[in-house]
């Protein structure tokens, strides 16, 4: 299977804005004129000479990723505002033709998990069919309020698409395809949060985000540890810093510190930090990952390998 990243704000989404562009222009043009850069020719090379940081940004969209399987099926994590571009992306396959099969699985309701979908083009037409997955009953309202009037000029049900809502229990795995399993675990957040695990052939991918996770978490061994236990990807909630997770407890995200905690102590090949604070500038971002890989050295670990969540990032497992 195969993961691409399509937004990952959290809270709000969080376009760049000029000081930041500025900056960033600045400190390429810089490294530019220290490598002698003067053919266009040459300008390609050079980009993909640059750190990882002024390659790429990581994106102002709220939650979505989608899972690609390897019979080209698309599972959905979360309708955040990067439902929007995905969307787009679907119509140059079967959604664009009204022969689209979609499952959408739906972490929670929290606004910034929902908010992209009245901007979901695939909806919109007529022989698509959108399946939402989640354990909540009240999901099919809640879709539906955000898109009442006043609020929105075209009401859930009048968009042209099937809709069916199936619910999934925690605990209970599901086949999605041939060998393709899919199952919940609830996590601590306000109203709720569940995270979704998606294995395939030995290879295992877990979705977690909106969570808080302490030192008590990591102490117990239970159904949780059981849950994310030699995950080869973890997606993780890491919306903090340490100071802060001391000053928001129980605000229901997790630090970066703890995050990469979690990783090692469940023996997770592979983490992506995400859930990035709108508050938090691409500079600001840069400096947590460095922190969180000083952190993973600090306690004498190589594993996981650490990445920083942007838009456009793709994995295969
Ligand atoms: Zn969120
Ligand atoms: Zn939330």
Known sequence: MKIKLWGVR??????????????????????????GL?????????????PENLQYYCGGNT?????TSKSGNHYILDCGSGIRPLGDDLLNGPCGKGKGNLKIFITHVHWDHIQGLPFFKPMYIPGNVVEFISPYEALEKNLKDQMEFPFFP?????????????LIEEGREIELEEG????CYHLKHPGGSYAYR???????LIFATDAEFTGETLEKNGPETDFFMNADLLIIDSQYTL??????????????TMAVNCGIRWGVKHLVLTHHDPGNDENRLKEIYDDAV???NHMKESKPVINMAREGMTFEL
């Open 63 to 67: 939650t979505c990723a989608v899972v």
């Open 10 to 35: 959290g809270s709000l989404p969080s376009p760049t804005d000029n000081r930041e562009y500025r900056n960033k222009v600045r400190n390429i043009l810089q490294r530019a004129v220290k490598a």
């Open 154 to 166: 075209a009401p859930f049900h009048g968009t042209a698409s099937d809709k069916k809502f199936t």
């Open 180 to 183: 393709l399993y899919v199952d």
């Open 38 to 50: 003067n053919k266009t020719s040459e300008i390609n090379n050079f980009i993909n000479s640059l």
């Open 198 to 204: 998606f294995r395939k052939e030995g290879k295992t």
């Open 243 to 256: 100071d802060e997770h001391f000053s928001k407890f129980e605000w229901g995200h997790t630090s970066y």
């Open 294 to 296: 000083r952190h993973r």
